[in-house]
Nanobody, 116 residues
């Protein structure tokens, strides 16, 4: 079984920062770890992803503001969010993929609210 525990969400003023964490409890080899978000009435969208080797991919709307990182030994991913904007308000979900091609796991989500 795979369990993802997210933390770090909250309420912040525009221009502020938050750091999200996602800890995965599994013995399966994790390949890609990523963060997605879903705002009310909108589809879930990719925010950032990182491979085991450290290659990263960012959505255009967060480039230069957010940084994804991971600790492979701890099966943990982080999302450092700076210069937050009200439009960043959403539920942020951790996602992992493993060496089993069909695997795709989601965390429970953590709310990020940015006030103007």
């Amino acid at each position: 079984q795979v369990q993802l525990v997210e933390s770090g969400g909250g309420l912040v003023q525009a221009g502020g920062s938050l750091r999200l964490s996602c800890a995965a409890s599994t013995s399966i080899f994790i390949t890609t770890m990523g963060w997605y978000r879903q705002a009310p009435g909108k589809q879930r969208e990719l925010v950032a992803a990182i491979t085991r080797g450290g290659s990263t991919d960012y959505a255009d709307f967060v480039k230069g503001r957010f940084t994804i990182s991971r600790n492979n030994a701890k099966n943990t991913a982080y999302l450092q969010m700076n210069s937050l904007k009200p439009e960043d308000t959403a539920v942020y979900y951790c996602n992992i993929k493993t060496s089993i091609v069909t695997d795709n796991y989601w965390g429970q989500g953590t709310q990020v609210t940015v006030s103007s």
